[in-house]
């Protein structure tokens, strides 16, 4: 099943931004380590951990559904 493509380029920016969300939650989480306070490094790990579950999901959707 071929998705329209206005949707499938959504489908695509979500993937960016999910994809670029985990390097920022990470990055902040890095930074919050450093800074001593774990719980909100846990928190923005956990985060990250949703966000690649998105990317991955977001992927596997668009893998089915591309033009070959």
Do not use: K
Not at 26 to 49: K, T
């Amino acid at each position: 099943q071929l998705l329209d493509p206005n949707f499938r380029q959504s489908v695509v920016l979500l993937l960016q931004q999910a994809a670029s969300d985990v390097v920022r939650y990470e990055h902040f989480a890095a930074d919050a380590r450093a800074a001593g306070d774990d719980e909100v490094a846990s928190w923005l790990r956990e985060l990250a951990d949703s966000d690649r579950e998105i990317v991955a999901r977001a992927s596997a959707l668009l893998a089915t559904r591309l033009p070959t």
